[in-house]
């Protein structure tokens, strides 16, 4: 097997150019027979860079996208990372409201958008103070590649300090808004390397690819370890079980949210022979069931190797990729970052025992902070600077992390974040509703389900189509519930506090019923 990794770059603009100088040596390839070289990478996102400069693109100012899924979009991340500028990934489920915040909060200098989305955004960056928008479709179509054809293929990438920001990442907080985390370049640059050391990069992987582009599994997890290792992706435009059967003999990584794994095992085309060479599948963002664990085991031969990140912090734990790999466990930490267990926090999950709690985090992976919000950043840092992930687990005997809740009041839905917060004001402020409480609901296809409570207002005639379509236009589509139940009241406890464990227990088959 060929070197694990090329050499310890410090920052990732040093992996493109590294890679480059080897000749033929292939970054991306599409179904569709398109294929990027390394060399056209540093040439193609030359231009994107020099596109944006154009302009007025300065090394730290935020350049945001809301595109669809394209080699042009990982080319645009690319030219961002060599040109010192903040990218700042939106999901293309956020609705207008939801990016005008963004807008707002990062000020970017540049916003690129799918060429229907112009007009609508338009006022919105203006609003916003963005000085430009700029369009991105599926076949690269738009101005900016218009604009970077016009431009010469010698760009020179900006020397940057690797503790500047690389990326803003809008993560839901526990209260109120999404907070940006700024992640800098040596945080995408230690983990990538840790990771395509820890999971055996080489140069001749190809890493099939059927993750979003705005979340860092797909982006940074995904991405920087290809770049990192001088590898190469296979890029789908989106997951889609049977398309990503079709191409698994053409790679031999794949990583996955635990809902990929459950759809693949309802093809029945899933077998040894249909995966005979992916040399590992990975997953993460959400907790992979053991069930599924042992189904892919018994279908493929296959034990999936699970981790553990966080926007803030990338990737904490891997299971090992030689070593027992647990089912329900995460693996012992990556090399470089630590972990430890605040027993004296269990952030109120009910029946913790106390070899449990709050799991705190420092290493190189761990981001810079919340842009623009130092409160938040040090409420989420303890007084010795550990990182508080809001996860709930234990380190075992063999330093392996198993985590066995959250003390945040988050649901994760097919590995997207909701925050019942967000969807709670929604619905609160509907006429007619007096109040409500979202929480998950073990769901077999998405690991959990968007669930709200809603109590009517005395009088008040409340229908569950109806409030759904009410909220439709306010809230990304993974965030609008998947189902809403009509109570008379919330439980509550002595203190006055919701109960969200009551309405779970309540609740618990609606789904699995189906
Ligand atoms: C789509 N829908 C979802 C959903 N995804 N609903 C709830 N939860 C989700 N995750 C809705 C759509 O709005 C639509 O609703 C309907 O489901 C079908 O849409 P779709 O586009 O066909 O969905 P599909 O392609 O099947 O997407 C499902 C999915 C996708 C699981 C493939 O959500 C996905 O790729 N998830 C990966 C998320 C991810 O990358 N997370 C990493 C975060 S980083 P309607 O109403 O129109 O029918 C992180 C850190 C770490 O967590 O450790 O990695
Ligand atoms: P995000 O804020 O989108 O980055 O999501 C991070 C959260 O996803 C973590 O804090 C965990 O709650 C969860 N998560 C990620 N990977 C795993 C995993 N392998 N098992 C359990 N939870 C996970």
Redesign the pocket.
């Known amino acids: 097997m060929a070197s694990c990794v090329m050499s310890l770059c410090k920052d990732p603009s040093d992996w493109i150019e590294e890679a480059a100088a080897l000749p033929h040596r292939l970054f991306l390839r599409t179904p569709a027979g398109r294929e990027i070289g390394y060399a056209e990478l540093r040439e193609q996102s030359g231009r994107i860079a020099a596109a944006l400069r154009l302009r007025g693109v300065l090394p730290g100012d935020r350049v945001a996208a809301q595109v669809d899924k394209s080699p042009e979009a990982v080319l645009l991340y690319v030219a961002c990372l060599r040109m010192g500028a903040i990218f700042v990934p939106i999901n293309t ?1 956020n609705t207008s409201n939801e990016v005008e915040y963004f807008l707002r909060d990062s000020q970017p200098r540049v916003i690129i958008v799918r060429p229907s989305e112009c007009n609508a955004i338009e006022p919105l960056a203006k609003q916003a103070g963005a000085m430009h928008v700029e369009t991105l479709g599926t076949g690269g179509e738009g101005s900016l590649t218009e604009l970077s054809g016009k431009c010469g293929a010698d760009f020179q990438p900006v020397k940057c300090n690797t503790v500047s920001t690389a990326a803003i990442v809008y993560t839901s907080g526990t209260t109120g808004r999404s907070k940006g985390a700024m992640l800098t370049r040596a945080n995408l640059a230690s983990n990538a390397l840790a990771l395509a050391e820890a999971w055996r990069f080489n140069e001749n992987d190809v890493l099939l690819h059927a ?2 582009l705005f ?4 982006l940074f ?1 995904a991405i920087n370890t290809v770049m990192a290792s001088g590898s190469s992706l296979l890029l789908l435009p ?2 889609d079980a049977a398309e990503v059967l079709a191409h698994l003999r053409d790679a031999t990584v794949y990583m996955g ?1 635990p ?2 794994y459950a759809r693949l095992l309802q093809q029945v085309d899933l077998n040894r022979d249909t995966t005979v060479r992916i040399r590992v599948f990975i997953s ?3 907790p992979l069931l053991p069930e599924t664990h042992r189904a892919f085991r018994e279908r493929t031969g296959h034990v999936i190797l699970e981790r ?4 803030e912090t990338l ?1 904490n734990t891997s299971n090992p990729y030689q070593g027992p790999r647990i089912p329900g466990s995460v693996g012992p930490t990556l090399k470089g970052t630590q972990i430890r267990v605040n027993h004296a926090e269990s952030g109120g999950l009910e029946n913790s025992r106390d070899e449990f709690g709050v799991l705190e985090v420092k290493g190189p992976n761990v981001f810079a902070g919340y842009w623009r919000d130092a409160e938040k950043t040090r409420s989420e840092f303890t007084a010795d600077a550990w990182f508080k992930t809001g996860d709930v687990g234990r380190i075992d005997r063999d330093g392996y992390v198993h985590i066995v809740g959250r003390a945040k009041d988050l649901v994760i ?5 909701v925050y019942p917060i967000e969807v709670e004001s929604e619905l609160d402020a509907l006429a007619g509703v007096q109040e409500s409480a979202v929480f998950g609901v073990s769901h077999p296809d ?1 690991g959990e389900g ?1 669930t709200a409570a809603v109590v009517a207002k005395a009088g008040a005639v409340l229908s569950e189509h109806g409030i759904l379509e009410a909220v439709r236009m306010r809230l990304a ?2 965030k ?1 519930p998947k189902r809403i139940l009509l109570v008379d009241e919330l439980p509550r406890n002595a203190m006055g506090k919701v109960q969200k464990n009551e309405l779970r227990k309540a609740f618990a088959t609606i789904y699995s019923a189906n």
């Open positions: 489920a993750l979003p979340h860092i599994h797909g997890v989106k997951f949210v809902t990929h993460g963002s959400a553990y990140g966080m926007t990737i839905s097919g590995g997207y974040n998405l968007v589509r993974y609008i």
